[in-house]
């Protein structure tokens, strides 16, 4: 039914139902994949990547559909409508999305308020944050996301990979990133209590992740790996999507944007795999990008990742996925002899 519709379309009428679908309780999931990184602990390594929940509209619905995590965003400090229509679409034949949406969103205040309101206790929700296409200051726009969203985030999201701003990317080159890094670490400010019904107020400041591209050259896994243990970011997100362009067969092969789903598959487990061994496991990988079944999921486990993320896969899944992989991760760790999902982390 969905498919009747074009992209964007159908995705909001998913946002829509879901806001008015009863709240699901939390699932159960097997003891042994729940684990902690960057000091949270993780039900599931089975997360929603951002670009799903742009507003932070539906993050507790997605938690009770079997995310173990849900990453809401890209919210930027001023509201922006994003880049014109269309520009989301569909490779039905690829089992892959290209997106030009443009950190689309109703700015941060919007997000904050909603997520101030909810029960702090029902899971782990990270806010991915970025910087307006017309600022003036990009560094300044991350530094004021860190210090909006650091009393409702469980942790942040530094966005600097997404292709549809243009420039963005330049904020990983050397001089810029570190310069960018050394903000974010001083603007960080402790956490507040989201609520009074939540269990345990945070009194330190919410873990900080880094999400990279996957369209690097030779060099820049190890300067960015010793760019951000240096600056004291918790964890790397590897990767956004792509603006290289594999064999796809779809007609929509050649509209701009960011490319993502199966195509991504394998130059999103190439770039893991860099950032490992350019690490050597002294900072937390999260996968991302082109990750479908459970066989994915505990490939980039086993490659390094401590969780992984998903959304391409849902478009043509459904969100019974998340559930899925992470009773086939279970079902892994079995086979494997194995008593938690750390032990998986890295094991090939």
Known sequence: MA??????TAHRATIKALKLAPPLPLPRFAPELSQSVAGLTFPSPVGLAAGFDKDAE????????????????????????GNPRPRLFRLKEDRAVINRMGFNNRGQADALARLAKRDGARGIVGVN?????????????????????????DYLTINISSPNTPGLRNLQAGGELVELLAAVREARAPGIPRSDTEAVPRTAPPPIFLKVAPDLESGDHDRIVRAAIDHGIDALIVANTTVSRPPLKSRHANEAGGLSGRPLKALALE????????????????????????????ERIAAGASLVQLYSAMVYEGPGIARRIADGLAEQLKREGMSSIAEAVGSR
Not at 3 to 8: P, R, T, V, W
Not at 131 to 143: G, P
Request: glycine share 14%; proline share 6%.
């Open 129 to 153: 944050i970025g910087a307006n296409k017309d600022s003036a200051d990009r560094i300044a726009d991350y530094v004021a996301g860190v210090r909006t969203m650091s009393p409702v985030a």
């Open 3 to 8: 498919f009747a519709l074009d992209a964007e």
């Open 58 to 81: 539906v993050p507790d619905a997605m938690l009770g559909l079997g995310f173990g995590f849900v990453e809401v965003g890209t919210v930027t400090p001023q509201p922006q409508a």
């Open 271 to 298: 770039q893991l795999r860099k950032f490992r061994a350019a690490s050597g496991g002294q900072i937390p990988l999260i996968a991302a990008g082109g990750i479908e079944n459970g066989h994915d999921a505990w």
